[in-house]
């Protein structure tokens, strides 16, 4: 199944968006930011999508939230948010919440393994979730900026190591650190969730699907065993539609 993805949405009210994705992508999820939050805004939510033709899943907040933070009052809060947001998702039906594993110091250098040890402690938490609520969370894979983590995959794992959490594989990120087949190589199965987007390489771009350098060809190949969604995350709606159509072209 192929759905959309843009942080722009959520920037007005759900319907804007439902009504113009409707009939042209099969699923979309949801960026749960401001006035797309499921949780701060869940009324709205539990009445509008049943309405709508569509499936579902979501993307958990990221903004203002660290659940790797060293200070354990953020990653407390952080984390309360993430799972507040499971638990929507569980109440509207939705099955699958992808999250970010959490940032490092962006001014204090040389201690990301101590964050590194709070991620873990929260994918603990998120496991617990992942059981009690029926709902598969996904820990994405980061781009190539020093402050995040869970950039290659042996540091994703190493995050994820001792849970039963799912992976979103994020194949634009994964070009930017040059780890396309490790992450294929370390997860395999356990992806149960697509974000796909193209860049040249150098910065996390989000461009149009064959517009930058990623060989998606080569790349699908490797994923044929592959059955689950491709969420093809835009920087607008216009890219999405033409990516969708050239991402038809190569799963066809």
């Known amino acids: 199944m192929?759905?959309?993805?843009?942080t722009e949405f959520s920037a007005e009210p759900?319907?804007?968006?439902?009504?113009?994705?409707?009939?042209?992508?099969?699923?979309?999820?949801?960026?749960?930011?401001?006035?797309?939050?499921?949780?701060?805004?869940?009324?709205?939510?539990?009445?509008l999508l049943p309405s709508y033709d569509l499936s579902y899943s979501v993307h958990a907040p990221i903004c203002d939230i660290n659940i790797a933070s060293i200070s354990e009052p953020v990653r407390k809060a952080s984390l309360k948010e993430t799972l507040d947001t499971i638990?929507?998702?569980?109440?509207?039906?939705?099955?699958?919440?992808?999250?970010?594993?959490?940032?490092?110091?962006?001014?204090?250098?040389?201690?990301e393994n101590r964050y590194i040890e709070r991620a873990k402690v929260s994918m603990k938490s998120l496991e617990e979730a992942q059981h009690e609520y029926g709902v598969s969370v996904a820990i994405e894979n980061m781009p190539d900026?020093?402050?995040?983590?869970?950039?290659?995959?042996?540091?994703?794992?190493?995050?994820?190591?001792?849970?039963?959490?799912?992976?979103?594989?994020?194949?634009?990120?994964?070009n930017t650190t040059g780890d396309i087949d490790a992450m294929i190589?370390?997860?395999?199965?356990?992806?149960?969730?697509?974000?796909?987007?193209?860049?040249n390489g150098d910065k996390d771009s989000h461009m149009t699907i064959g517009k930058g350098s990623i060989d998606f060809d080569r790349v699908l190949s490797r994923?044929?065993?592959?059955?689950?969604?491709?969420?093809?995350?835009?920087?607008?709606?216009?890219?999405?539609?033409?990516?969708?159509?050239?991402?038809?072209?190569?799963?066809?």
């Open 2 to 6: 192929i759905g959309i993805s843009c």
């Open 14 to 47: 759900p319907q804007v968006w439902l009504d113009r994705i409707v009939g042209v992508f099969d699923l979309w999820e949801i960026f749960s930011e401001a006035d797309d939050s499921i949780v701060h805004n869940f009324k709205v939510f539990k009445e």
């Open 87 to 111: 638990k929507a998702a569980n109440r509207l039906g939705i099955d699958r919440v992808t999250v970010h594993p959490g940032l490092s110091s962006m001014s204090v250098h040389g201690i």
């Open 145 to 174: 900026m020093y402050f995040f983590l869970g950039r290659k995959a042996e540091e994703l794992a190493h995050i994820v190591e001792g849970t039963d959490l799912d992976i979103c594989f994020d194949i634009g990120h994964a």
């Open 185 to 199: 190589d370390t997860f395999g199965d356990r992806i149960s969730n697509i974000h796909i987007h193209d860049n």
């Open 223 to 252: 994923l044929r065993s592959y059955s689950r969604n491709y969420v093809i995350e835009s920087k607008s709606f216009e890219s999405a539609v033409e990516s969708q159509s050239v991402l038809e072209s190569m799963l066809s």
